[in-house]
């Protein structure tokens, strides 16, 4: 990569005004110092951040490009969107203790829990939010477009703090209990969509993998919030607030996707695809903190203008009807398509879902005696979950490859799965006696299970869908990939409950 000089170019886009330079190789593109002069000197703080990220991340453009694009900014906006994934995270974290509270069990009618109306009753107040996922994300392919990627966001936290604040108002009542998840669960499903779009339209080239992956660890850090404020609540409060605390508290991370989105600009690209040149220029320069002089910025912008040109051409006047027929009757494209399907299915049918939202139930399955320590036990999984993904996100993402982290993770996964069924089948634990050592071991498994999963099937599947299909598609694919998701997701939430009521021995033979 050269300084972007010489000859001046305008591009093909009518409202594009601005001029960009040809490239010519004479410096490196990291080498910026003549520009320090301009204001755009990095501080202290992003000499050491970017210090920090090499060491992290391993690739030629971290090593050229110039320091000052890795400023406080970035992260700011990709953590203020990923808001959205803790949302969710959150969520299936406060559902699944709250069903186990006896307040809640007496307020809405659960009763026994081996009781199949009873467990079908709580297969409904849990997989309704799922259900509005699945809505929402096949909104928000459109919707990203019309009202641009801020704005969606924006709204999906505005419909989530209302299902919040319903949940919280219900009061024994399911009917405003199911709208309010419903309502919630289009405002989550939205963001899964809208969410990694964002991040990756903002994120500098060499970082841009690691911002999207933020998206699970943002969902593992909300379940991990939610697990322990069900065991804080559980110890400390009475009465109704046992639960109505958990279900008002969840809606905090939709408030700070709200408060932080209004602060935050929309995406760059998608001020160029709306022939909003200076704004997306504007936007970026303050985004890289970069002068518009500098070979960088130029580089970027320019990239940006030929890309939506390529797109453009590509596109040309595709409607949803005609992309449909490109996906499903092109058989390369129908493979990748297919393919993302089947990943996010059988990524749902992992079981991680299942843990995650009846994460109580399943300890107190496997012998954990009491509300209390059922509850424990969730705050140590979600703990395990946030440092495993951390750890595969920091160190392992962009080292191990797709296929490989998909083949690992699924083995680990299988391997603990089988051992627990097989336990609880043939050995189950017995009410009143303590956990036989064959106990501890299936408990440690749900642990071992929750990192295979973060090395793999957890974020990779999301990397994948996003990278095999063709440009033209590409956004039709990913909206395709969520939807899927969230409708499996939901078929383990709303089949769950009723498996552990009538499949042998607690549900599981």
């Not at 990291?30 to 060491?55: C, D, E, N, W, Y």
């Not at 991040?199 to 500098?204: D, F, K, S, T």
């Not at 990239?303 to 949803?320: N, P, V, W, Y």
């Not at 956004?475 to 409708?487: F, M, R, S």
Request: charge should be positive; include cysteine; glycine fraction near 10%.
């Amino acid at each position: 990569m050269g300084f972007l000089k010489g000859q001046m170019v305008r591009s093909r886009f009518p409202g594009l005004r601005s001029r960009f330079y040809t490239t010519k190789k004479t410096q490196p593109l990291g080498i910026h110092t003549q520009f320090l002069s301009s204001g755009a000197s990095p501080s202290v703080s992003t000499m050491s951040g970017q210090r920090l990220l090499k060491k992290i991340v391993k690739n030629d453009a971290m090593k050229t490009d110039p320091k000052e694009i890795y400023g406080w900014r970035v992260f700011l906006l990709a953590c203020s969107a990923c808001f959205g994934a803790a949302s969710f995270g959150w969520d299936s974290g406060v559902i699944g203790g709250v069903i186990k509270l006896d307040t809640f069990i007496d307020d809405y009618n659960l009763g026994d829990v081996d009781d199949v109306a009873s467990a079908n009753l709580q297969a409904n107040i849990v997989s309704v939010l799922q259900a509005g996922c699945f809505v929402g994300a096949l909104a928000a392919y459109p919707l990203a477009d019309m009202l641009g990627r801020k704005w969606c966001l924006i709204y999906a936290s505005m419909f989530t703090l209302a299902g919040v604040i319903l949940q919280a108002a219900a009061s024994g009542h399911l009917e405003p209990l199911y709208i309010g998840r419903f309502a919630a669960g289009l405002g989550v499903g939205a963001s899964s969509v809208v969410n990694p779009i964002y991040v990756a339209e903002n994120a500098p080239r060499a970082i841009r993998g690691l911002l999207t992956g933020m998206y699970q660890l943002f969902i593992v850090t909300g379940s991990l919030i939610a697990f322990w404020t069900n065991f804080g609540a559980e110890l400390h409060l009475h009465g109704a607030t046992k639960y109505i605390v958990p279900l008002a508290v969840q809606g905090l991370p939709a408030l700070f996707l709200f408060s932080l989105m209004l602060i935050c600009d929309e995406s760059p690209r998608y001020l160029a695809r709306k022939d909003r040149w200076e704004e997306a220029r504007t936007v970026l320069r303050r985004l890289r903190q970069l002068p518009d002089n500098h070979p960088y910025f130029q580089e970027e912008f320019q990239e940006i203008a030929s890309q939506l040109e390529q797109e453009k051409r590509l596109m040309g006047d595709a409607t949803f009807l005609s992309l449909q027929k490109e996906m499903w009757t092109v058989k390369s494209n129908r493979h990748r398509a297919i393919l993302s399907i089947v990943l996010m299915a059988f990524q749902q049918l992992t079981g991680t879902n299942a843990i995650n939202v009846y994460a109580p139930t399943i300890f107190t399955n496997l012998g954990i005696k009491g509300t209390s320590n059922s509850l424990l036990g969730t705050g140590v999984y979600g703990v395990v979950k946030v440092v495993s993904c951390a750890v595969f996100l920091l160190f392992m993402a962009d080292s191990l490859g797709r296929r490989r982290s998909l083949l690992a993770s699924g083995i680990g996964q299988s391997f603990c799965m089988f051992y627990i069924g097989i336990y609880v089948r043939v050995a189950p634990p017995q009410e009143g006696d303590p956990v036989p050592v064959a106990g501890y071991f299936a408990l440690a498994f749900i642990f071992v299970f929750a990192a295979f999963f973060q090395f793999g099937w957890g974020p990779a599947c999301w990397i994948l869908v996003s990278e095999i299909p063709t440009a033209r598609l590409r956004p039709l694919n990913v909206a395709l990939a969520a939807a899927t998701q969230w409708l499996f997701n939901f078929v383990v939430a709303r089949t769950l409950p009723v498996m552990l009521a009538t499949l042998g021995e607690g549900g599981y033979g």
